[in-house]
């Protein structure tokens, strides 16, 4: 209990609204929703869990993990308004749209056969996995998004809330898409030490998977911009019916 006190008010003593009168602590319960805290805390017991036991990581790889979730905690605080997550939403589809345009420049050398660079791909690929703090940018855009989606849906019910919608979609769909035919061979190439030309059979599958990315982080972004050039009146009217 001294642990969850102790980071919930870290969440919460964070950025807290410095209006006349505290109208946002006024407005919001203290507390983030039950629901979002389950999500929070499963995110990171699973991904942790995974680390240990799937990938056999190391203590640094875990460390990333819990840091990574414990820095974004404030932003499930009650005092966070959901166009700050649409904002944050926004920016983090921006950063994973830039490593997706990287990483596409060497699967299209790859699939051109123009030269022999499996090898080189493969350094290239095999150092990014590898690396704590690449791996910690990509985790904290991803546990962002994902929170921020839960914060928008949970108190955002003003004329743009389908807006939050688009970025459902977008989640859902692009990390699905991304785990179920990327990963998969991220981490053989991740685990491996030498190059093999098997690790890039059929690799036109993963560069269709990142075009759809791209779609994906285009509905994203152009969903939470929505949401942002609302009125902010109506943001005001969305937090009175959430806190009623």
Known sequence: MAVRDLLLGYCLGMG???????L???LWPRDPEPHIVLAWTWSMAAISAWQIWYLHCGAIDVGVTVAVHVLCLPLI????SPRLLAALFSICSGILCGFQVID???DLVLLSKQHDVGRLVWHYYNTMLN????????LAAMVITTMGVLVGLARDHSRVRHGWYGMVFSNVAGFGCYWALVIPRYLCIRASTEYEPQFFENWSTVLICRLWMFVCLAIAMLSSLYVL????GEESNSLKVHSQ
Do not use: W
């Open 16 to 22: 807290a609204s410095k209006a006349p009168g505290g």
């Open 24 to 26: 946002y602590s006024e």
């Open 77 to 80: 605080g009650q005092q966070r």
């Open 104 to 106: 596409m420049c060497f």
């Open 131 to 138: 690396s704590s703090h690449m791996n910690a940018v990509l």
């Open 229 to 232: 050039v609302a009125d902010p």
